[in-house]
């Protein structure tokens, strides 16, 4: 078959095209699964710290949470961007309350909040921001009497 001036290249196009498509729905996994993998992070260091509190609330919760995990977030050294919040709740009405007032059998609830970078072009400009804010909360039992 005998190809005519005018689709000389037409077929580069198509691939660069295609390849450009191709590359940018692969940032969009990768960008996808690092999230995830913060996100399961920072579910990973609330749990900890929820479980060290259920039998510790007066000890350094916190600390606990934030020494739980170096990657792919370093807790301990993203203190700007980590926000830790520590709340105890009334086991009858479910009302939050201070941990010093808390309770054998009353809940403890810590929250781990970050904001994920993103890294692909583009996508701030679709969302509106150039980040995506993860949570994570988890609420466990006090174990220990402290009242």
Do not use: W
Not at 88 to 113: H, R
């Amino acid at each position: 078959m005998k190809h005519t001036k005018s689709e000389r290249g037409q077929s580069l196009v198509e691939l660069a095209i295609s390849i450009f498509i191709l590359v940018y729905l692969l940032a969009g996994a990768v960008e996808f699964g690092l999230a995830f993998f913060q996100y399961v992070q920072l579910r990973d260091a609330a749990q900890e710290g929820a479980l060290f509190g259920s039998m510790d609330p007066e000890g350094a919760i916190e600390d606990r949470v934030r020494g739980a995990s170096t990657s792919p977030i370093d807790l301990s050294y993203a203190a700007g961007q980590i926000t830790v919040t520590i709340t105890a709740k009334d086991k009858t009405t479910g009302n939050a309350k201070t941990l010093i007032d808390a309770c054998e059998g009353d809940g403890l609830e810590v929250l781990v909040e970050y904001k994920h970078q993103i890294f692909m072009p583009f996508i701030p400009q679709f969302i509106g921001s150039p980040t995506i804010p993860l949570n994570a909360t988890v609420t466990d039992t006090i174990l220990s009497p402290i009242c």
